[in-house]
């Protein structure tokens, strides 16, 4: 799906994206088993990725207000 061309749109847009990929990316944790460590590592990364990437976008939303946009 585009991009909207205004930033405050697009980042609510992603956060919301973000926040169904991890959702989906911890009940795949919860059914991958322990022995399947390359799988769940690789989760357990990219779910970190997202949570890195959600408070970024919660930082900037959060300028955007203070800015009075």
């Given at each position: ?37 390359t ?31």
């Open positions: 799906m585009p991009r909207p061309f205004n930033e405050r749109e697009s980042l609510k847009q992603e956060r919301g994206e973000l926040r169904t990929r991890l959702t989906a990316d911890h009940q795949e944790m919860e059914v991958t088993p322990a022995p399947h460590r799988r769940r590592e690789f989760l357990m990364w990219r779910i970190r990725q997202a949570e890195l990437r959600l408070a970024t976008i919660e930082a900037r939303l959060a300028a955007i207000r203070a800015e009075g946009h």
